[in-house]
């Protein structure tokens, strides 16, 4: 059985249309709630030095939403980014699993494409391996 990650309805909307404002480049952000439960998406910038086919978040970005979650007592539940509509899955690419540092964090990859089965899939990643989580979508 897949493990499953739940995520408030809105968020998922939120995410959809952050991917295809911009369905041409990855988009990002940070997933954060309380008690498992995702209930708000922070987009940031992508600082990547080609944000067609790569996402960063600067370090000084990240501080500076820790401290809003902290403020609205908020958890940090994991890491969201979009995968532009050329590329054919939203699944994790090589330097996704490199580079997944939190390893406690929930990576969800979006994909801008209007007609997708699974427009939002998410990912445990750890240890250089993906483990696909259902997505469990609440009011
Ligand atoms: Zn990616």
């Known amino acids: 059985m897949k493990r499953a990650v739940r995520s408030r309805r809105k968020v998922y909307g939120q995410l959809l249309v952050h991917a295809r404002r911009q369905p041409h480049r990855e988009f990002c ?29 600067a370090p000084k970005e990240i501080v500076r939403l820790m401290g809003k979650l902290r403020k609205r007592r908020l958890g940090f539940l994991g ?38 089965t699974t427009p939002i899939r998410a990912f445990s990643i750890r240890d250089g391996r993906a483990i696909e989580l259902e997505i469990q979508v609440l009011p």
């Open 29 to 57: 952000g940070i997933l954060a709630g309380q008690d498992g439960l995702i209930t708000q998406a922070f987009p940031a910038n992508n600082v990547a030095a080609d944000p067609v086919r790569n996402y960063e978040i």
């Open 79 to 116: 890491i969201c980014h979009s995968h532009p509509n050329w590329l054919d899955t939203n699944e994790p690419s090589p330097k996704d699993i490199a580079l997944a540092y939190y390893s406690e964090a929930i990576y969800f990859i979006v994909t801008p494409r209007p007609y997708a």
